[in-house]
T-cell receptor, first 112, second 114 residues
Framework: GAGVSQSPSNKVTEKGKDVELRCDPISGHTALYWYRQSLGQGLEFLIYFQGNSAPDKSGLPSDRFSAERTGGSVSTLTIQRTQQEDSAVYLC??????????FGQGTRLTVV | KNQVEQSPQSLIILEGKNCTLQCNYTVSPFSNLRWYKQDTGRGPVSLTIMTFSENTKSNGRYTATLDADTKQSSLHITASQLSDSASYICVVSGLSQAGTALIFGKGTTLSVSS
């Protein structure tokens, strides 16, 4: 595609529910990153994919968080049993190896 | 451990004033460093890229510097405008095959007031 696409753009969910966030990277980009930004905070690294594998998932805050990438393209970030502290903007970025990273517009997750 | 540290965390300046944002990194071996600007509600967008051999690079009112020996970079904004209010993120690319390819700083939030 022309850019990194994330869906949904906004998600409101009840505490305890599971949510799935989707990222469509730029076609051909091998690297894919998930970050989150809590209100007033900086970027917090979650996980990095190179192709379909995740050489660095050290940023996932708990075992409620998981992510996968299939076909070297689309990635899904899943949060199980959501908590209020999970409320944040979740950003996805893709790059061709170590070249410029292009970001999506983010998914704003609100857990009520 | 490869890290990127930015300072200050936040900054408030008056319109028309200059400011400098700092980025220190420990990524080694080093490939390049980029500064991104993130407007509220939008994804970050690249402002400038610095490679090992470059000391300074300008993009309009934005000037980035790089000292590869001390592993420090700065982003200087001249004659600030209200539209400069944003988060500025420093991203360093390493040459190692292992681990994360791009290391992101947490960003500096700049607020320009009239």
């Amino acid at each position: 595609g022309a850019g990194v696409s994330q869906s949904p753009s906004n998600k409101v969910t009840e505490k305890g529910k599971d949510v799935e966030l989707r990222c469509d990277p730029i076609s051909g980009h091998t690297a894919l990153y998930w970050y989150r930004q809590s209100l007033g905070q900086g970027l917090e690294f979650l996980i990095y994919f190179q192709g379909n594998s995740a050489p660095d998932k050290s940023g996932l805050p708990s075992d409620r968080f998981s992510a996968e990438r299939t076909g070297g393209s689309v990635s899904t970030l899943t949060i199980q049993r959501t908590q209020q502290e999970d409320s944040a903007v979740y950003l996805c970025a893709s790059s061709l190896n170590r070249a410029e990273a292009f970001f999506g517009q983010g998914t704003r997750l609100t857990v009520v | 451990k490869n890290q990127v540290e930015q300072s200050p965390q936040s900054l408030i300046i008056l319109e028309g004033k200059n400011c400098t944002l700092q980025c220190n990194y420990t990524v080694s071996p080093f490939s390049n460093l980029r500064w991104y600007k993130q407007d509220t509600g939008r994804g970050p967008v690249s402002l400038t890229i610095m490679t090992f051999s470059e000391n300074t690079k300008s993009n309009g009112r934005y000037t980035a510097t790089l000292d590869a020996d001390t592993k420090q970079s700065s982003l200087h904004i001249t004659a600030s405008q209200l539209s400069d209010s944003a988060s500025y993120i420093c991203v360093v690319s390493g040459l190692s095959q292992a681990g994360t390819a791009l290391i992101f700083g947490k960003g500096t939030t700049l607020s320009v007031s009239s």
